[in-house]
């Protein structure tokens, strides 16, 4: 039996950043001295930030899983250096690791889906087994498009609607069914657009669909 995962509050972040805060003293001897001071006083004005910054649960669980939220911070940051201020870093890092997290929950319960499928269908007479193999075809394919893909991919809405439903991988795979596409690339726009059905549904976010509002912003450009 597996050991039940833990759930982190916010103090539980809040001592893990202090912890690591106490462990800047100890540097790297290759940095010089006036570089080591900068990293320590970035990484403790990342630390000042994330006192206060509100922050959802599932990003309180993610930063709590993280080997080291303050280092990861400051490497991200070397990235976004000239596009952003602390602040504005620490919000959009909030987010990425908020969407990251939930769609390794997804992906999980996709799996899980996926698996149970897979057990059902090895039992099952030969025949019936090959009746079973569009459903085992697209199911495996849509469960690969379900990967999280860090810094990438869908909303926190979209991903809290999917865990919300329970079954993300059918419910995909139902809204499939009725479409007319066949190919890979258009599995990931079929997700989007379940995930939004289920914003609505679930009353998570904004009713208005994400991927709606992609296709409006892209319609008002101009030529």
Known sequence: MQADKKTYSRDDLIEKIDREAERLSVEDESIAPGEVMSISHEKLNFRNILYNIPMSEETVQALCLKNNVLDDMHEQFNEFREIGDFYEFAAEYLERAECDYLAEQVFSLATLEYQNYVD????LPPQEIIDSAYNLTMLSDLHTSLAPIPGHGRSANQLKALLADGNPLWSVYRTWQ??????????QYFIGETADRLCAEHGIGDFTGENELEAEAEDGQEI
């Open 120 to 123: 059902k269908v090895k039992v």
């Open 178 to 187: 009725k479409s007319d596409y066949s190919f890979l690339d258009d599995m």
